[in-house]
């Protein structure tokens, strides 16, 4: 089919340049030149295990462009909106803007009988309101939300646990669903299932899947809590409670929590739109959830304080990790370079490094001191904390490490690290919801 896939971030380009590899004529459209510019040379904008390759395969097969003219869009059966829904400044809401500019931006390139799917992350309501717009150029609308997650992004983006298909009412609702199947054939053919239902449904799944996952990591990250003040260890906890299969282990991993593009925004968003739909008592439990998140940065904090014991001022502190999570760049409401900052503004002296997430934690927080090695990072440092569970540092020898510090004190703000191991190796060892 031949497919226009509008928005080029971690969503859009991935999804263009997977629609190539499953055999479809794609042009991936965005505003951003530079963006673009990139992409057109086959060059990732961001760091994406296999991107690069993905990339340079489907561009050279032919099958796959990328332009900053919405025209090229013109030629297409199938567009994709997957531009960003940012949380609004000031406010809980997500901002629409973007998903309104590519809607309208797409409407006088629609031709009868094809298909807008949104996959964009929006507000229960909003695919309803875009499809009068949509209708009315004679193109149908679907919605068709995206679960990926950044570092398994392709993985999940050609093979998902699942497809949901927000379909219209009426007969262009079949229409729209077989052109979907047709899209993502493949992928079918193995058996992925598929759910087809209403356009609000389909936009809650997507909220309501990041609600439970957020949900998950803010119970174990308060079962972490307790744990500090009983002297229980967490991970034997979860490792305890996952062997249920009605919880699972997935997704129970305690530490500094989440933060990304993703979960901190949505599930703000989702108590905004419950808020303006009159039922926010539903959601109120979302608002602990965020709140034992960033409970969990501050007691970060509080550890490296203790372990510098007990004030941070002009301590040598060395962060290891920077982006949200490993195998990323991301750095968007990144918990590691939260703490970061606030150890800056308690007056230490802080050393910051992350295998791939320097340009952009360098493009946000300017002032914070960025090296490039774990070992200028340690050297002479007071303490070390590990933020970011990246497998270089998972796999530190402590032993090794302990050569190059001023003072052997580790707070493992992820859990990662082997406590027996780095004791043994002769390390004061922290952790959150550890002993
Ligand atoms: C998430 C959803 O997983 C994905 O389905 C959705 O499409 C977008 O949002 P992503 O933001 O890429 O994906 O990252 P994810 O792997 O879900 O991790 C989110 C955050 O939770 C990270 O900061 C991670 O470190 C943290 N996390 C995850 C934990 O603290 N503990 C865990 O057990 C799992």
Known sequence: MRISVIGCGYLGAVHAASM?????????????EAKIAALQAAQAPFFEPGLPELLERSMASGRLQFTTDMSAAAEADVHFIAVGTPQKKGENAADLRYVNAAVDGLLPYLKEGSLVAGKSTVPVGTARALAEKVEASGAMLAWNPEFLREGFAIEDTLTPDRFVYGLSKDASGETARAMLDEIYGKALATGTPRITTDYETAELVKVAANAFLATKISFINAMAEVCEVTGADVTQLADAIGHDARIGRRFLNAGLG????CLPKDIRAFMARAGELGADQALTFLREVDSINMRRRARAVDLAREVCGGSLLGKKIAVL????KPDSDDVRDSPSLNVAAQLELQGASVLCTD?????NARRRFPELTYVETVEEAVSGAD??????EWKQYRQLDPSQLITKVGTPAVVDGR???????????????RALGRP
């Open 20 to 32: 190539a590899e499953l055999g479809h004529e794609v042009v991936g459209i965005d505003v951003d």
């Open 258 to 261: 989440f933060g990304g593009g």
């Open 321 to 324: 990790g920077l982006a949200f």
């Open 355 to 359: 295998p791939e997430a320097i340009p």
């Open 383 to 388: 303490a070390i904390m590990v933020l970011t």
């Open 415 to 429: 859990n990662c690290l082997d406590p027996i191991e780095w004791r043994a190796a002769g390390w004061r060892y």
